[in-house]
């Protein structure tokens, strides 16, 4: 969505770069193109204007003009401006202190509202709610019918007393438009709020008709259904997609309806993404949600930060973070950190656990695009193929069980039945062992406490090209009790280095005391096993207790 006002903007400040001073000339230049940026992207004038002009203030000002890095300071007035216009902090979902907590969806024929609400009960449900979808939507064609499909795929239930419009007429077209009747979606509200109550529902989303545009008899029909079920929150659905348009229709809306929250539909879309940047400014209500894909999952809180910082190509690792959570399986984290520490071979069997979790996160391009400064690399992101997944899977799935477990057993004539099982050539089956092949020696070096320059392992960050120079042993001491206590210490600090290198793969504490391995093996102190025995520590000067780690 936002892919050309980021390269306008990544461009820009790209050109601050290297000055150790910024004139007002360079200044004035930045903001010029932060305006032309801001435009392009279908951003309502009145935003724009008062965006560049908080930024020159700030700008000409001893904010930037007495920072080490003003590039960088600039670049950090543009991100705060630009989360305060999307709405300045996350606003959660208000709930009622007794439920049901009732929410009404309101927006133009086409917004998306019907999706959203499958999209909305299935996120509820998750949070621990129980959710109920009310049809209040009579008048567009099938429209009961396409909530009931939505709430069946989000495993929601649905409350439709009427069935609307079945015959196939527009209401906004056609003879005596606007006058046809197929209900009461005012009664259907009321009833649904009953339903919830007794059968301990706790949040209704009901979902009303829109038009092809704003009209009369849709504000009167959506403000009759507020007054009837007096919602605790109303949310405005808008196309992310219709650019300036965005600005009229949110306006008429509050006027008409009053919303608490707006909800931005077609996120995933390719439009220029004015309307995000304009609609939470103008009516001063905040973005609640964002909708970007057509499944059910395809829906999350909208964060102003951490939406300006993907505009800015700054990443959006939190959120990375947050569906990594929900997609890992706790206990298989743990197994795969215990064999991590055992250093038992990385099999295709985990390979197919981290696969289907990589994909109960959602959309990997999305995922990619999260990165700081990914942005940059959209032409590879744009060419990357994702059923390249499903290729794959294919072939780990044409394996046995004994060859997933040991892949070095796998010889021609098992690759060629392997092929012909996965629908693949014999080229991509050799293929795909090279490269796990590589996958198992940088975890075996990882847990051995290597680092990701890994001798023979190409393309790598640190990978050397031939061969390594030998390294020279260490040689043993002829004290056998000296020489025991140096086998003891690089046991321990081999253990220590496996148990930090699975800390950071698996997200897991390390292991003892922070403090202790701060103190003894640390750079603040000198490890206790490394000491002879029959050393006396009170035979050194005062003050050299403090580097034996005490």
Do not use: C
């Not at 991100?79 to 300045?88: F, K, S, Y």
């Not at 086409?110 to 999706?115: A, D, I, P, Q, Y």
């Not at 997609?327 to 069997?349: G, H, N, Y």
């Amino acid at each position: 969505m936002f892919n050309s006002l980021s390269d306008r903007l990544t461009d820009t400040f790209r050109n601050l770069r290297g000055k150790g001073r910024l004139t007002e000339h360079d200044v004035n230049a930045t903001l010029r193109d932060i305006r032309l940026a801001l435009l392009d992207a279908d951003v309502a004038l009145p935003v724009v204007k008062a965006f560049v002009s908080a930024i020159r203030e700030r700008a000409l000002g001893a904010e930037v003009s007495a920072a080490l890095n003003p590039a960088q300071q600039v670049v950090k007035i543009v991100n705060e401006e630009l989360v305060g216009i999307l709405g300045g902090q996350t606003r959660q979902l208000r709930l009622a202190k007794t439920p049901p907590t009732v929410i009404m969806l309101a927006g133009l024929q086409g917004s998306g509202k019907t999706t959203l609400a499958g999209k909305l009960g299935f996120w509820l449900k998750e949070q621990g709610h129980t959710p109920l979808l009310v049809a209040a939507d009579l008048q567009r064609p099938n429209a009961v019918t396409q909530l009931e499909v939505v709430g069946q795929r989000a495993g929601v239930p649905v409350f439709a007393p009427e069935r609307g419009n079945v015959l196939g007429h527009d209401a906004v077209g056609g003879e005596g438009a606007g006058t046809r009747s197929y209900g009461d979606p005012v009664a259907v509200a009321r009833d649904g709020i009953r339903e919830a109550r007794a059968r301990l529902y706790d949040v209704v989303i009901v979902d009303t008709a829109g038009r092809l545009a704003v009209d009369a008899a849709l504000m009167a029909q959506a403000a009759d259904i507020r007054a009837a079920i007096e919602p605790d929150e109303v949310l405005f659905v808008i196309d992310a997609m219709i650019g300036q348009a965005a600005v009229e229709t949110a306006l008429a809306f509050q006027e008409g309806v009053d919303f608490t929250g707006v909800v931005l539909s077609k996120l995933d879309g390719d439009a220029r993404g004015g309307a995000a940047l304009s609609v939470a400014n103008v009516t001063g209500r905040p973005i609640l949600y964002s909708s970007v894909g057509e499944g059910v999952k395809d829906f999350e809180v909208f964060h102003p930060d951490r939406m300006a910082s993907r505009i800015l190509d700054m990443g959006d690792v939190l959120t990375l973070i947050e569906r990594a959570e929900r997609a890992f399986d706790r206990s298989q984290a743990d197994e795969m950190a215990r064999k991590f520490l055992a250093e038992e071979d990385f099999t295709f069997d985990d390979f197919l656990e981290q696969m289907a979790a990589i994909k109960r996160m959602g959309n990997f391009k999305s995922m990619l695009a999260m990165m700081p400064g990914m942005q940059q690399m959209r032409a590879q992101l744009d060419a990357f193929d994702e059923r390249e997944f499903d290729r794959v899977e294919a072939m780990v799935r044409s394996m046995t069980p004994f060859e997933r477990s040991h892949p070095k057993t796998i010889n021609g004539s098992r690759r060629q039945r392997i092929a012909r099982g996965s629908g693949m050539q014999v080229t991509d089956v050799n293929q795909l062992l090279e490269r796990f092949g590589q996958a198992q020696k940088m975890m075996k070096s990882l847990a051995r406490g290597g680092g990701a320059g890994i001798p023979g392992m190409p393309g790598l960050p640190g990978a050397r090209k031939g061969k390594s120079a030998p390294q020279r042993k260490k040689a043993k001491s002829g004290n056998p009790a000296k020489r025991a206590a140096e086998e003891r210490a690089l046991a321990d600090r081999a253990v220590a280095a496996r148990q930090d290198a699975a800390g950071h793969a698996f997200g897991m504490p390390p292991a003892g005391n922070p403090a202790d391995a701060a103190g003894t093996t640390g750079r603040g102190g000198l490890d206790p096993a490394s000491v002879p025995p029959g050393f006396d520590p009170a035979s050194l000067p005062p003050g050299f207790e403090k580097f034996l780690g005490r």
